[in-house]
């Protein structure tokens, strides 16, 4: 099958929103009901976690048609087998194994704090696009553009007058894990997600499954080694307790943990695809996709019902509607182009290529042999000022003859 490669990365973050604002809600109703622990949840979610993870993927290992895994099939084409990790890989998983353990103790507390109410929890964590755009000013070559900041500020904002109207209670204790805990973590884990994403393993692209496996099982070493130093300073059982959750109420937790395995498959795909900050404007939707799980369980008595008084209505609607217009903005905004050049005889190669990779806005720059010797790929968010810069910046290499720029109409991409 074939689809276009912008209409799959709208499809891989909004399918991974749709899949966490449900699981966010079985989290609320397990943490209401069975687990109020919000350092025996964390814990047990990654001992269980590993367990199903690993089912999962054995389950998605098994050859079918011509030497492919079902995992490749119908999940990842990158996907071959299960599979140790690869040295390149181990400093990234290390990194983004200890944000996933952070953020998801942080999650568990903020959840427990404002009511167990997913939707209220949900928005706050959005934030980060706004710590997202500014790693990657300073770690990556591609600066935001100004359409991006801006649509990534309006996500932002809408998705915190969301979380006004709802049933939580905002305190200064939430205040510091939304802005100190949750949203760095985040930013931990989603960068170098990412990086492990943008890796070659054995000649082909990495895949999202193994990935996933591997987060969760050096996220559970982090995990351990936090809540037990915990309770080593502190005198409490929050590590013991967790077991205990694991063990009797394993089959709610396992539910949990094998939705969310997807939900974060996708939205590794989504991060092979697009920049760490406009997945997650995308995938911050899970704010809207939230509020109907949360209204189900609120039916239930599992948390408070909601407040009618219309001026907090009409404010969680105005952050409703700034979260589309945000999104839709990255969607409307977003150009793709390849320039094909040509050097004049005698400049280093090297040297050439190095010069256009260091232009802002340039994702791939490949020597090749025919008619010409360089197909530089670009992506901008400003056609007219995008485009003269990059030409601006073309045109001041020496070495550089002729040139072609071909804007990509049509992107299609094989799952």
């Keep these: 099958m074939k689809i276009r490669r912008k209409y799959l990365f709208y499809a891989l973050a909004f399918t991974s929103a749709i899949i966490s604002a449900a699981v966010a809600a079985l989290d609320a109703t397990i943490s209401s009901l069975y687990i109020t622990d919000p350092w025996a949840f964390g814990v047990s979610c990654f001992i269980v976690g590993i367990f199903i993870s690993l089912l999962i993927l054995l389950i998605f290992s098994i050859p079918v048609k011509k030497g492919k895994s079902l995992g490749s099939k119908i999940i990842d084409p990158s996907?071959?087998?299960?599979?140790?990790?690869?040295?390149?890989?181990?400093?990234?998983?290390?990194?983004?194994?200890?944000?996933?353990?952070?953020?998801?103790?942080g999650y568990f507390f903020l959840l427990s704090m404002l009511g167990n109410d997913p939707s209220a929890v949900i928005p706050f964590a959005q934030i980060v696009i706004l710590y997202l755009i500014i790693m990657e000013s300073i770690t990556e070559k591609n600066m935001p553009t100004l359409i991006?900041?801006?649509?990534?500020?309006?996500?932002?904002?809408?998705?915190?007058?969301?979380?006004?109207?709802?049933?939580?209670?905002?305190?200064?204790?939430?205040?510091?894990?939304?802005?100190?805990?949750?949203?760095?973590?985040?930013?931990?884990?989603?960068?170098?997600?990412?990086?492990?994403?943008?890796?070659?393993?054995?000649?082909?692209?990495?895949?999202?499954?193994?990935?996933?496996?591997?987060?969760?099982?050096?996220?559970?070493?982090?995990?351990?080694?936090?809540?037990?130093?915990?309770?080593?300073?502190?005198?409490?059982?929050?590590?013991?307790?967790?077991?205990?959750?694991?063990i009797e109420h394993f089959w709610w937790v396992a539910l949990s943990m094998s939705i969310i395995f997807f939900s974060y498959v996708f939205y590794i795909r989504a991060l092979g695809i697009g920049k760490a900050s406009i997945t997650q404007a995308v995938r911050a939707s899970t704010v809207l996709f939230a509020i109907p799980f949360s209204l189900v369980i609120s039916y239930f008595n599992i948390i408070p019902p909601f407040t009618t008084d219309p001026v907090m209505i009409l404010i969680k609607t105005?952050?409703?509607?700034?979260?589309?217009?945000?999104?839709?903005?990255?969607?409307?905004?977003?150009?793709?182009?390849?320039?094909?050049?040509?050097?004049?005889?005698?400049?280093?190669?090297?040297?050439?290529?190095?010069?256009?990779?260091?232009?802002?806005?340039?994702?791939?720059?490949?020597?090749?042999?025919?008619?010409?010797?360089?197909?530089?790929?670009?992506?901008?968010?400003?056609?007219?000022?995008?485009y003269e810069r990059i030409i601006r910046k073309i045109e001041e290499i020496d070495a550089i003859e002729e040139y072609k720029w071909q804007s990509v109409l049509k992107e299609w991409e094989k799952i």
């Design 79 to 105: 996907f071959k087998r299960i599979r140790l990790v690869r040295k390149e890989e181990i400093k990234y998983h290390v990194l983004a194994g200890f944000g996933n353990a952070v953020l998801t103790i």
């Design 318 to 386: 105005i952050g409703t509607i700034l979260v589309i217009l945000g999104i839709v903005s990255f969607a409307l905004n977003l150009l793709k182009a390849y320039v094909f050049i040509n050097v004049k005889p005698g400049y280093p190669i090297e040297e050439t290529m190095d010069k256009l990779w260091k232009i802002h806005g340039v994702t791939r720059v490949a020597a090749v042999a025919g008619p010409y010797d360089f197909i530089v790929k670009i992506r901008t968010r400003t056609l007219v000022k995008g």
């Design 148 to 246: 991006e900041i801006q649509s990534s500020l309006i996500v932002t904002f809408g998705a915190i007058l969301v979380s006004i109207s709802l049933t939580g209670t905002i305190t200064l204790q939430s205040m510091v894990i939304v802005f100190l805990v949750i949203n760095p973590a985040w930013v931990l884990f989603s960068i170098y997600q990412r990086k492990l994403k943008m890796l070659k393993i054995d000649g082909r692209p990495n895949d999202a499954l193994n990935i996933r496996f591997w987060n969760v099982a050096f996220a559970c070493m982090f995990t351990i080694v936090i809540v037990g130093s915990y309770d080593l300073a502190t005198g409490n059982n929050h590590f013991a307790a967790g077991i205990t959750a694991s």
